[in-house]
């Protein structure tokens, strides 16, 4: 089976091993008439680039998007845009005993037991390198909900035990640390802890928040397709991705009534709630509120500890993995999270549009 | 959009209001040969039925379902599947102020906004009625895993404030008990918590976890339909969830790679895992451990208890919220979880069918 | 896998068999604000009725349609709307030879290899009265696409031998002749035709047509999704269709450029062309002329005559179909094309809905 | 809406315009294990590439294909398949009156009007050389096709007048003559017929048909997904081809039951049929005796005669196209053809693997 499309009107597809000769995504249902440039979409793969700090490995990548179709003098077509990524890093090497063993934490016995075999390079198509695809079209989702006033920020919530408090947050600090963390004080802490920990060959889970403002309200479809139950699904799609929540979270089961329900009143006509624990989201569809959902991400699986597994002929062995990784996922996550978040964002609104049969009529100039 | 289907090769569709004429499932693609009767769905329905408990409403619903299509003599015919369940309550009564006043905590407003106008009716398609057709397609779906050996089981581990931790899990208890929780003694103090919450016009939210045991590997796509991927969509679809996680989930984000990771071993013959922090998914697919997952739910929005809202006109109103609605939602809502658990697992075995060559040969019996 | 359901965002799932306990459709993406009563299906129901003629068959079939969802009020909700016909002829009567026999023509033998076994009471799914949910999700779609502005309509071109040609069209005259022809006098000399056929215990093909005017310009997706192509699914998913064309067909094939092209010209403002031969389609979009397709029907295989076979048991048989048949299926697929043509017109106008920013901007009411 | 993909299990999704840096596909679904190499791909583009004939381009396209990722050391390994092509005729030019003028019988006007503006060089999008990714996707589907005993063969039956009537294939003799008629003597009529036609400058139209041997039986979903519905979209989606028909096609219109019915007779433990008149398929399922399907296409729109037209300013005007275009697109359509039939196939192929539990128990090793 395929699985490896996403979403219904405006549908990326990705592709690509990390050690293979390149990796990219191919946007269908892209509108015609948005300004396009390779700059835009390089700009989101940057973020995503390691040798940003000590905390993210220092392999030189510089991951190079190249427009194949799609756009006409600077505008997108309507027609499939694909992008392309070269992988630099493709040189036959010894792979030594990763080639032959499970890593534990890793995909690697459950794709060689689903195909027959595989791609032992790098962890393949398992690797972080596949999100590189959902990058990219979230640099072009992006475009899309900045022309209709949606903005979708995500940031690093938690790194291991250091969690930054809603009412600590800085919005304006994220971009001044390394770790993408709304406060620059606890970034540091986090930065101690991760230090920590690279010196104990260990690593670190942690928390992503995203928060989209400026949704209209009643984007989402009843029943399957709410929008929680597909922003679940983007989510979870990421690897590494254990948790997912929206507003009060998994902490609405220790919850009341009286307390969790989110109360309407009306100012200056419009209807507005005195608190958001819903998360902006009532019945699968956006209430007006910001949305506010978190994605819990596990540790890196590669650790420099010497760890109990088994080799692909069956029998128990031990595993040391070399090489450099990073302690953390989730910074380099921070915008896989907001690229994933805003592709759901722009189907749904997409998906929205032949709900009322009076707007139908108003787009086609009938009664 | 649609958004009433679920499932690309076991697919269902479900339709109806609470108090419409009916509600119902259409199954699409399931297999020929599986002795089906009504009394098979009647068995799952029951399982949601209100009536059982104080904590569950006395309305007498007595959902009846019928098998309209895709059987011949006792067996499943490879055509779709329709069921249907009356709705008894369908009476023309006054709604008074519900017609009128967006209810905080539930769907009203957003679908106000979205269509335009909106049958109020008990919530329409927005009413926990509306999971009747999910648990009718469970039904048929634990026909299919059964045939596979494969065993799906759901119970209450929180409510409010009352968990049932690991060690005290007694899974012959979660029959014996109206809250379907896993241990008699705790029941008993969530239904003195239940009751205090009923006293106090107050609801409870709490979690439910499903178990999943005898999976074969490998089952999930990668990308984006990995199988916690797809699951977590089938489980933030269900109303009045709010968070979704997979073995340690949210857990995770604070713990050590050297912590987290599950490290394998072989016995007799067999590949296992000392621990089970990853639930059972490895890179999107099953890999052979149990299946672990948690959802949890709101709390119920209808609290007895006067509530802040506006009302259609845009004014500011209060609202008292009339007739009996359950303190919580979990016990009804274990059938649903393990149903929306059976239909995807049923769907991605299916999808993992066409992966490899070989078995493919073999099942069209060429070389 | 599935199969019962067409269209992505419009989108109907069948269900049922010619003699199970009923057979419906579930309508899934159909706007809100539509008025929509029983009435308007039962109308779309009664055009493929039999017993309005001796070319059809006498059995009392009174397909009354029940709306069990997405309507409240007279109105469509947003939510999907289930339509269900109760089948009269249920009882249990001896199908003799029918039940062991594979009748030449029909899909009993390919049911049997592909399920391993086949519900043989008239044809089960394959039956014509599978058309039944086709036809009430037509009536829907119509009255979608009167909103717009849009016609369908479709007749009777060619009975066997006697065809109407273009310049003898009078579309006045095809509610004036039980065959649906646009001419009278043809009309009556294709019933002499069919009578002479059933005499001889045979049977006719035929051809109808369908014109679509009225469709704004551009509607239908580049490459796989292209007018013409979804609408070619559409109706050789229609039973008995083995040829399908659009505008000048299959006789294209003969001619030349400079003929078959059509020049196009500016009249008041408005962009024609001074031809038709694309029959309204350019590149898999509509043109603004009227798209001209039409399908070519084989003659009804169950016939009088003794007919060479096999049984189920592998062994050459003889078989005479008893009972009465429609000498030709035509007339009563009139109303299924349209309906066909219908609901994949409503789809892809709505697919077209997001296809410029511009526009999407517009009904967002942002810049 | 998307539209450039296409099956549902093994998905296909082309992307790129004739003039733009690339052209290509990604298919998603191939199963792990074929051996793929790039030569096997591009043995199948080297049948569509222009230079063959005087009948086709002289344009230099040196197309070579690159596989970006899907295989490991010469094999499949189950993960998307990413297969692109450059455009090497990419430089600017004077595209002159092209860009402001919509050509007759082609996607200019339709293309401008969706999308408030076109790619105009070559065609973009809608051009011929969209057809290569649906042709390097048929390579692969092709080799599965292999594994599985089933042969597909296209050729041209009618090059404008010229027709191969069936009782005159020589199938030996497709690859010996440059149009890829089944007959060396009528290919050199229909050479005569398009030097001719190239000399009055104008252009042919042509019938292209298809035979699939080996199918096993019962490949075909009821209902929408009828082998016979899918195969239409896929041929329809082609560009130029105005007609489809199966077996007897649009001629069983005319026929009788009596005639038109296939009978059925037991052989060696076999059921046959004795006459092939459905063309392989009954119910929307193959049977078992060859496949036999045709597609009509018209005249290469793009003649030297002088052609009224408008331009995009809405004025009334003359074209004259300059450059070398094919007088015929038949010949290098064989191979489009014969990839959109086994690429349909292959998914169908792969649906029908589930419709059967003991079938689904035998693939899952339970009872």
Same mark, same amino acid.
């Given at each position: 089976? @395929? /699985?490896? @499309? #996403?979403?219904?009107?405006?549908?990326?597809?990705?592709?690509?091993?990390?050690?293979?000769?390149?990796?990219?995504?191919?946007?269908?249902?892209?509108?015609?008439?948005?300004?396009?440039?390779?700059?835009?979409?390089? +700009?989101?793969?940057?973020?995503?680039?390691?040798?940003?700090?000590?905390?993210?490995?220092?392999?030189?990548? @510089?991951?190079?998007?190249?427009?194949?179709?799609?756009?006409?003098?600077?505008?997108?077509?309507?027609?499939?845009?694909? =992008?392309?990524?070269?992988?630099?890093?493709?040189?036959?090497?010894?792979?030594?005993?990763?080639?032959?063993?499970?890593?534990?934490?890793?995909? %690697?016995?459950?794709?060689?037991?689903?195909?027959?075999?595989?791609?032992?390079?790098?962890?393949?198509?398992?690797?972080?390198?596949?999100?590189?695809?959902?990058?990219?079209?979230?640099?072009?989702?992006?475009?899309?909900?900045?022309?209709? %006033?949606?903005?979708?920020?995500?940031?690093?919530?938690?790194?291991?035990?250091?969690?930054?408090?809603?009412?600590?947050?800085?919005?304006?600090?994220?971009?001044? !640390?390394?770790?993408?963390?709304?406060?620059?004080?606890?970034?540091?802490?986090?930065?101690?802890?991760?230090?920590?920990?690279?010196?104990?060959?260990?690593?670190?889970?942690?928390?992503?928040?995203?928060?989209?403002? /400026?949704?209209?309200?009643?984007?989402?479809?009843?029943? #399957?397709?709410?929008?929680?139950?597909?922003?679940?699904?983007?989510?979870?799609?990421?690897?590494?991705?254990?948790?997912?929540?929206?507003?009060?979270?998994? @902490?609405?089961?220790?919850?009341?009534?009286?307390?969790? !329900? %989110?109360?309407?009143?009306?100012?200056?006509?419009?209807?507005?709630?005195?608190?958001?624990?819903?998360?902006?989201? =009532?019945?699968?569809?956006?209430?007006?509120?910001?949305?506010?959902?978190? +994605?819990?991400?596990?540790?890196?699986?590669?650790? +420099?500890?010497?760890?109990?597994?088994?080799?692909?002929? /069956?029998?128990?062995?031990? =595993?040391?993995?070399?090489?450099?990784?990073?302690?953390?996922?989730?910074?380099?996550?921070?915008?896989?999270?907001?690229?994933?978040?805003?592709?759901?964002?722009?189907?749904?609104?997409?998906? !929205?549009?032949? !709900?009322?049969?009076?707007?139908?009529?108003?787009?086609?100039?009938?009664?």
């Amino acid at each position: 089976m @395929s /699985g490896s @499309s #996403f979403g219904k009107i405006f549908q990326i597809t990705t592709w690509g091993e990390s050690h293979g000769p390149a990796i990219g995504v191919t946007i269908d249902g892209c509108p015609a008439g948005i300004s396009l440039s390779e700059e835009d979409i390089q +700009a989101f793969l940057d973020r995503r680039q390691p040798g940003q700090s000590k905390f993210t490995t220092q392999r030189k990548e @510089s991951d190079q998007v190249e427009i194949l179709s799609g756009t006409f003098e600077g505008k997108t077509t309507g027609t499939p845009i694909s =992008l392309l990524v070269r992988n630099m890093d493709q040189r036959s090497r010894d792979y030594g005993n990763i080639a032959e063993v499970f890593r534990p934490g890793h995909a %690697d016995y459950t794709y060689t037991r689903k195909y027959g075999f595989r791609d032992y390079r790098g962890g393949g198509r398992s690797s972080g390198r596949e999100t590189i695809g959902r990058v990219a079209a979230g640099a072009v989702a992006s475009l899309i909900l900045k022309r209709l %006033d949606i903005r979708v920020m995500a940031f690093a919530k938690s790194i291991g035990p250091v969690t930054v408090d809603e009412s600590d947050y800085h919005f304006d600090e994220i971009s001044q !640390n390394r770790l993408f963390m709304p406060n620059n004080a606890l970034a540091q802490k986090a930065e101690e802890y991760l230090t920590q920990m690279m010196a104990e060959k260990d690593s670190s889970g942690g928390i992503i928040e995203c928060i989209v403002s /400026g949704m209209p309200v009643g984007i989402g479809e009843p029943v #399957f397709d709410k929008l929680d139950a597909v922003l679940g699904q983007a989510l979870f799609s990421v690897g590494a991705v254990k948790g997912v929540e929206f507003g009060n979270g998994m @902490s609405a089961a220790a919850s009341n009534g009286s307390t969790n !329900n %989110d109360s309407f009143y009306v100012e200056n006509g419009q209807v507005q709630k005195m608190t958001n624990h819903a998360g902006g989201i =009532l019945g699968g569809m956006s209430d007006g509120s910001d949305i506010v959902l978190r +994605a819990a991400f596990k540790p890196t699986p590669s650790i +420099a500890q010497t760890q109990q597994t088994v080799n692909v002929h /069956g029998e128990n062995t031990e =595993l040391v993995i070399h090489g450099r990784h990073d302690p953390i996922i989730v910074p380099r996550a921070v915008v896989v999270v907001e690229s994933m978040v805003a592709v759901t964002l722009v189907d749904m609104l997409f998906q !929205n549009m032949s !709900n009322r049969m009076d707007k139908i009529c108003e787009f086609y100039k009938t009664k």
